[in-house]
């Protein structure tokens, strides 16, 4: 007999955070993958997600290579500046609704995995 599944909040906070990690990870390649880089604002994002996609991958090896906190926090901060550049800049222009919502998302994840790094 299995055992159920624990309720999230039950979750180890490196679970949780893990989970995150994942989920920001697939809705930056999506992003990646679906929005052609045909007009100058595609492109644009195209570069602040890809700058994102790097940024998570650092992240994610300083994580892996139990670096010291202060390296943690500061490749979590450095992926939300990035994310928040993209945010700002879907803001003020002409993106599709799907589109933006995408992003913001990406955005309000990357704040949660910046408070689960404090400095």
């Known amino acids: 007999m299995e055992l159920p599944a624990p309720p999230p909040e039950a ?3 490196e679970t949780e955070i893990a989970k995150v990690i994942g989920d920001l990870d697939s809705i930056t390649q999506a992003l ?3 929005l052609p880089p045909s ?3 595609q492109r644009q994002l195209l570069a602040h997600l890809k700058e994102a996609d790097r940024k998570l991958q650092v992240l ?4 892996a290579m139990g670096r010291a906190p202060e390296e ?3 490749a979590a901060d450095q992926l939300q ?3 928040r550049a993209a945010n ?3 803001g003020g222009g002409r993106v599709d609704m799907g ?3 995408a992003v913001q998302l990406a955005f309000s994840l990357g704040h949660r995995i910046t408070l689960a790094f404090p400095m």
Do not use: D, H, N
């Open 72 to 74: 943690t926090a500061e």
């Open 81 to 83: 500046l990035t994310l």
């Open 11 to 13: 979750q180890a906070p």
């Open 32 to 34: 990646l993958t679906v």
């Open 88 to 90: 700002v800049y879907v």
């Open 39 to 41: 007009k100058p604002w």
């Open 99 to 101: 589109t933006k919502t």
């Open 60 to 63: 994610r090896m300083t994580i």
